[in-house]
């Protein structure tokens, strides 16, 4: 049997499947055959006649892996999956049914990355709390917290006491997201109080912006834009907004020192802007060529000048008939997921996991597991075939 090992975040949006993808791919270079599973799952995409989790389908492109789907995502909590499962409309055997997925992949696998959702005690409507489903499935706990002091430290404290009053044996904690200003002291005190607490720390990673950005093709879909130009790199990750309200000269100074992919949102009827924006990303002035794409506001159309120049322009330009300041709100409260087509992302996950989380003495726990479970499921059979020679 393989060991397993639940991940469990301490909050929302603490970047727990990022993990997860960069313990797979540390733990990859261990563990020959690394299954996945996702229990529980909110959000989902529809393959065919089967919901699958979002965060399920990701790991299983972004590493191949040959296990049924069915199996790595055997509940989808639906709106309103509460409420009928409350009044007796949905069947029990919910636990048999993630059990059995779990055992048809602990059978073809070395070890099954568990993930959870949400905090430990989500989904204790249906008395499968993320503690429940570890303790179902035998599975020591890493927890994930996001990286601040106080905070970080009541909610790993709440939750790794919820899962030890279940029966669950954390290991140890994971910190993400820490902001670089704030790394070095975070990371010091967190270390200290860690300690001083006997809790194992494997890694302490930083907060990278790239990770939560959206690429412009999302953009493009959510607004509901007109693709004026670039139609072939609407892959590019939007980290950073300018709004142009402004004078051109102020634009381009900003322009000129942009270190990250942005987007610059202004009003269509902004003709002399346009025209200086242009002619500085056409001569690479400066860090002009991080303007990853231009974000009209307006239904006025544009004058066949500017069209000529979009003609010719390989920079993505969007036209949505929206106010520049409601798009622009709509852009900075986009939520986004990382899928197995953002190369870039899961590049810079494999990077942060290898420079920062310490895989060693998670794999040595883990092996040493793997082996206590061998020896004892080899103690049982000798024992049983003993038992039939004495009979």
């Given at each position: 049997?393989a060991?397993?090992?639940?991940?469990a975040?301490?909050?929302?949006?603490?970047?727990?499947t990022?993990?997860?993808l960069?313990?797979?791919h540390l733990?990859?270079k261990?563990?020959?055959?690394i299954?996945?599973?996702?229990?529980?799952?909110?959000?989902y995409v529809?393959?065919?006649?089967?919901?699958i989790?979002?965060?399920?389908?990701?790991?299983?492109?972004?590493?191949?892996?040959?296990?049924?789907?069915?199996?790595?995502s055997p509940?989808?909590?639906e709106?309103?999956?509460t409420?009928?499962?409350?009044?007796?409309e949905i069947?029990?055997?919910?636990a048999?049914?993630?059990?059995?997925?779990?055992e048809?992949l602990a059978?073809?696998?070395?070890?099954?990355?568990?993930?959870?959702?949400?905090h430990?005690?989500?989904?204790?409507v249906?008395?499968l709390?993320?503690?429940?489903?570890?303790k179902?499935?035998?599975?020591?706990?890493?927890?994930?917290?996001?990286?601040?002091i106080?905070?970080?430290?009541?909610?790993?404290?709440?939750?790794k006491s919820f899962?030890e009053?279940?029966?669950?044996?954390?290991i140890?904690v994971?910190?993400?997201?820490?902001l670089?200003e704030?790394?070095?002291?975070?990371s010091?005190l967190?270390?200290?109080?860690l300690?001083?607490?006997?809790i194992?720390?494997?890694?302490?990673?930083?907060y990278?912006?790239?990770?939560?950005?959206?690429p412009?093709?999302?953009?493009?879909?959510?607004?509901?834009a007109?693709?004026?130009?670039?139609?072939?790199?609407?892959?590019?990750?939007?980290?950073?907004?300018?709004?142009?309200?402004?004078?051109?000269e102020?634009?381009?100074?900003?322009l000129?020192?942009?270190?990250?992919?942005?987007?610059?949102?202004?009003?269509s009827?902004r003709?002399?802007l346009?025209?200086?924006?242009?002619t500085t990303?056409?001569?690479?002035i400066?860090n002009?060529?991080?303007l990853?794409?231009?974000?009209?506001?307006?239904?006025?159309e544009?004058?066949?000048?500017?069209k000529?120049?979009l003609?010719?322009?390989?920079?993505?330009?969007?036209?949505?008939?929206?106010?520049?300041?409601?798009?622009?709100?709509?852009?900075?409260?986009?939520?986004?997921?990382i899928?197995s087509?953002?190369n870039?992302?899961?590049?810079a996950?494999?990077k942060?996991?290898?420079?920062?989380?310490d895989?060693e003495p998670?794999?040595?726990?883990?092996?040493s597991?793997?082996?206590?479970i061998?020896?004892?499921?080899?103690?049982?059979?000798?024992?049983?075939?003993?038992?039939?020679?004495?009979?």
């Amino acid at each position: 049997m393989a060991k397993s090992l639940f991940i469990a975040s301490t909050s929302q949006d603490i970047g727990k499947t990022s993990i997860s993808l960069g313990l797979i791919h540390l733990l990859g270079k261990k563990f020959k055959k690394i299954a996945f599973i996702k229990p529980l799952a909110q959000r989902y995409v529809q393959l065919s006649e089967t919901k699958i989790g979002e965060d399920v389908l990701l790991i299983k492109e972004s590493f191949a892996l040959p296990y049924l789907i069915e199996d790595m995502s055997p509940l989808i909590i639906e709106r309103g999956f509460t409420e009928k499962y409350i009044k007796g409309e949905i069947k029990r055997g919910l636990a048999k049914k993630i059990r059995d997925a779990y055992e048809g992949l602990a059978k073809e696998s070395d070890l099954v990355l568990i993930e959870g959702t949400g905090h430990a005690g989500v989904g204790s409507v249906m008395e499968l709390s993320n503690a429940e489903v570890a303790k179902l499935l035998e599975a020591d706990v890493l927890l994930v917290c996001g990286g601040g002091i106080g905070q970080s430290i009541d909610e790993i404290t709440l939750n790794k006491s919820f899962f030890e009053e279940k029966g669950c044996k954390v290991i140890g904690v994971i910190i993400n997201k820490i902001l670089e200003e704030k790394y070095d002291k975070i990371s010091s005190l967190l270390k200290r109080y860690l300690k001083r607490k006997s809790i194992l720390l494997f890694g302490l990673l930083p907060y990278r912006s790239l990770l939560s950005s959206p690429p412009l093709w999302l953009i493009a879909q959510q607004t509901g834009a007109n693709i004026l130009s670039g139609k072939g790199r609407l892959e590019k990750n939007i980290e950073r907004i300018i709004v142009g309200t402004m004078e051109p000269e102020t634009i381009l100074e900003l322009l000129r020192d942009i270190r990250q992919q942005t987007l610059l949102i202004t009003s269509s009827d902004r003709i002399d802007l346009l025209l200086a924006v242009f002619t500085t990303y056409f001569r690479n002035i400066g860090n002009a060529h991080n303007l990853a794409g231009v974000l009209l506001s307006g239904s006025r159309e544009l004058p066949q000048s500017i069209k000529d120049i979009l003609g010719s322009m390989d920079i993505p330009v969007l036209l949505v008939d929206k106010d520049i300041y409601d798009l622009a709100s709509q852009i900075y409260s986009l939520r986004t997921k990382i899928t197995s087509q953002d190369n870039e992302k899961i590049a810079a996950l494999k990077k942060l996991a290898e420079d920062y989380i310490d895989i060693e003495p998670l794999s040595k726990i883990l092996s040493s597991e793997q082996e206590r479970i061998k020896k004892g499921w080899k103690e049982k059979i000798i024992g049983f075939l003993r038992g039939l020679g004495r009979g």
